[in-house]
């Protein structure tokens, strides 16, 4: 693609959007770029390529995030670090992610035409992973710049085709054998633009969120054991029906959720019922729990709530409840200071915005553990992601790229 890298006029971001999502395209007209496949280095690559056509300097960690870096005239100043992620789900949109990493490209590439060089340095990064697509993990790159991951958390994990996570690594360009701690401690703030992923701004009429605060999130795993028996010789006064005890406790959480705070999210995905036979009594059932709130306390207290009337109830019935938990990340609040210049910013240039709190997970929870921290939306059309039917209108991208322009010109200039 013939980018014009001088001259990043309005509407180029289109045409970027375009050319990256090509890479790794389906037949449905969405993407699949998962972590370390031939199509994610293809675009890492291709990236890498057009910040070296400008006057960014560009280079790898040893996972595989790319930097494309515009020094700063303060020689002992810290990092500014603006990006997103490369990789997509299966089958994916072409915005999420994509749009952050070209957004902060642009953005850095219009304040170096109109204003020179930075007294802090920038640097634009396309974080290797996110969406936990490939392996069972997610935020890998983030997480390892943060020091909360290291190859010994992936030492013995595989994708569902059973390729070892290292072997992948190993074939991408990225020898473990290799490897030197991501570990970034000059970055004093990052910044991050995104699709919204759902419909609220679209919904209240607003170009941007401002997030203040990305939601902690616990799973679960609640595994019921009744007992199987004859559907027609079995009178239900007798019956230790896992299914119906499955019911119960899952309108029970979805009342409870409702009741404890209306922000307050908990559902139950996935269901598996054994023998799963039309006349058979079901001896038992495993269902996921997902519950997503801003505030630990409020988690805290749902749970321990609702768990207490599983086991209270299955214990009445002669029933057997197993809770396991298998995630749990915790609430980040973002960085207030940034959040106040961002609605300054906003209400200078009549930018219609609200406050926001992000339901999914993002790059900046991780980041907002360790640095000041500031994620923008704009709005996602029916609040449609993670499908081929993903859409942004180009006024709305434009529109963030401005702001994160502004953003970066008061954290760096």
Known sequence: ???????????????????????????????????????????????????????????????????????????????????????????????DGAYGILASFIAVMRLLNKYGYPKKTIEVVSLCEEEGSRFPLTFWGSRNICGTYTLDRVKEVKDSAGIPFLEAMKKAGFDPEKYSSPVRDDVERFVEVH???????????????????????????????????????????????????????????TEKAKAIDPQLVATVGRLQVKPN???????????????????????????????????????????????????????????????????????????RYQDMISGAGHDAQVFGTKCATSLLFVPSQKGISHSPKEFTSLEDLETGIDLLTEVLYKLAY
């Open 195 to 253: 699709i919204e992923q759902g419909m609220v701004l679209e919904k209240n009429q607003k170009q941007v969120g401002i997030v203040t605060h990305i939601v902690g999130q616990r799973r679960y795993t609640i595994q019921i054991k009744g007992e199987s028996n004859h559907a027609g010789t079995t009178p239900m006064s007798y019956r230790k029906d896992a299914v119906t005890t499955a019911s119960q406790f899952i309108s029970f959480l």
């Open 277 to 351: 036979v039309p006349n058979v009594v079901a001896g038992e059932v495993e269902f996921s729990l997902d519950i997503r709130h801003h505030q630990e306390e409020v988690i805290d207290q749902y749970c321990n709530e609702i768990f207490t009337e599983f086991k209270r109830s299955a214990e009445s019935l002669q029933i057997e409840v197993t809770i396991s938990q298998w995630m749990d990340v915790q609430p980040v609040k973002m960085d207030g200071e940034m959040c106040e210049w961002t609605r300054e910013i906003a209400e200078r240039k009549n930018y």
């Open 1 to 95: 693609m013939d980018i014009q890298v001088d001259n990043l006029e309005k509407g180029q971001v289109g045409a970027m959007i375009e050319w990256l999502a090509s890479i790794g395209e389906t037949e449905n007209g969405g993407v699949t770029r998962l972590l370390y496949s031939p199509s994610w280095l293809e675009a890492q690559l291709a990236l890498k390529n057009i910040m070296e056509q400008s006057k960014l300097h560009t280079y790898f960690d040893s996972v595989g995030n790319l930097f494309g870096r515009l020094p700063g005239t303060d020689l002992h100043g810290k990092t500014i670090l603006t990006g997103s992620h490369v990789d997509t789900v299966i089958d994916g949109g072409k915005f």
